[in-house]
């Protein structure tokens, strides 16, 4: 499979775009920009862009099942309804941990959120991941990370994929039926000259997108960890993937230019912007979040 080569469909200088996703009930792409406290939703059909502000950093909106979103702010989940553009708390995560923020976000076909937290300076080991599950916040055991990305979660619901960006570290581990995890183990590693892995998704054919911070790149990886395709970007910084449209076939990608000089963004005017190109293999459609 070879993609497309990708192309700016937003120019929005995003100082950190994050968390892609297309909520099939508006046929829109919803994503984030988590420094500048900002939720958007791009419409290709019509091209309308539209923009929310968040009360704090905002690192995932993901479709609820009773309407509207959840969104993993800086305190914890919230509920967010774009009709209002109100925010309002369902659950604190980590309050003893002032210095941390919620980072990424994805919901499984049994409508559990999975999340991770991290270091907002990107320095200590003081993030985790965990799993929201029928209104109940639940560790899962894997702590210790500075940058968490993702999780992602395989088609079949049985296995999840998880980031330590610091480290350049993509760890997988199975699901129980009761939402637990079984033993991690390695998937694959990025070495710090091609980039550091940010956010991970999940195709259909079980391959695994990673998108390369600093690395101009997003890998797509095989269910056995095999590297069997790369996607150039004209922006060195890629945080996320996400499938969209109609038949889940446009890939659509956030980018940052947090941090980077004057000089580097004249260098690649486009950082920031929201990316589109299209795949071979199509997406698995985002379910709604239960509570």
């Given at each position: 499979m070879k993609?497309?080569?990708?192309?700016?469909?937003?120019?929005?200088?995003?100082?950190?775009?994050?968390?892609?996703?297309?909520?099939?009930?508006?046929?829109?792409?919803?994503?984030?920009?988590?420094?500048?406290?900002?939720?958007?939703?791009?419409?290709?059909?019509?091209?309308?862009?539209?923009?929310?502000?968040?009360?704090?950093?905002?690192?995932?909106?993901?479709?609820?099942?009773?309407?509207?979103?959840?969104?993993?702010?800086?305190?914890?989940?919230?509920?967010?309804?774009?009709?209002?553009?109100?925010?309002?708390?369902?659950?604190?995560?980590?309050?003893?941990?002032?210095?941390n923020r919620l980072n990424d976000g994805v919901v499984d076909a049994q409508g559990r959120l999975w999340f991770g937290t991290m270091d907002n300076r990107e320095k200590a080991k003081s993030g985790a991941f965990y799993c929201f599950a029928d209104g109940q916040l639940k560790a899962t055991g894997l702590h210790g990370i500075a940058i968490t990305n993702g999780p992602a979660v395989s088609p079949d619901g049985r296995i999840l994929y998880f980031v330590d960006t610091l480290k350049g570290t993509i760890e997988a581990a199975d699901i129980r039926d009761d939402g637990s995890l079984r033993e991690r183990r390695p998937f694959a590693r990025i070495d710090p000259k091609d980039g550091h892995p940010d956010g991970p998704t999940v195709d259909s054919e079980g391959c695994v997108w990673i998108s390369l911070y600093a690395g101009w790149e997003a890998w797509r990886y095989s269910p056995a960890g095999e590297l069997i395709d790369r996607v150039r970007f004209p922006v060195a910084n890629i945080t996320k993937i996400a499938f969209g449209g109609e038949d889940l076939r446009t890939?659509?990608?956030?980018?940052?230019?947090?941090?980077?000089?004057?000089?580097?963004?004249?260098?690649?005017?486009?950082?920031?912007?929201?990316?589109e190109f299209p795949v071979d293999a199509p997406g698995v459609p985002c379910a709604l979040v239960r509570y």
């Open positions: 993609a497309g080569e990708p192309k700016s469909v937003w120019n929005l200088a995003a100082e950190l775009g994050e968390g892609p996703v297309w909520v099939e009930r508006d046929e829109a792409l919803w994503f984030v920009d988590i420094k500048k406290h900002q939720v958007h939703r791009y419409d290709p059909a019509t091209s309308k862009k539209s923009s929310w502000e968040a009360p704090e950093q905002v690192g995932f909106v993901l479709p609820a099942e009773r309407g509207g979103f959840v969104a993993g702010l800086e305190s914890g989940l919230h509920h967010f309804d774009e009709r209002t553009g109100v925010f309002d708390l369902i659950v604190k995560v980590e309050p003893d941990k002032p210095g890939a659509y990608a956030t980018t940052a230019r947090q941090l980077l000089e004057p000089e580097d963004i004249a260098k690649q005017p486009e950082i920031g912007d929201l990316f």
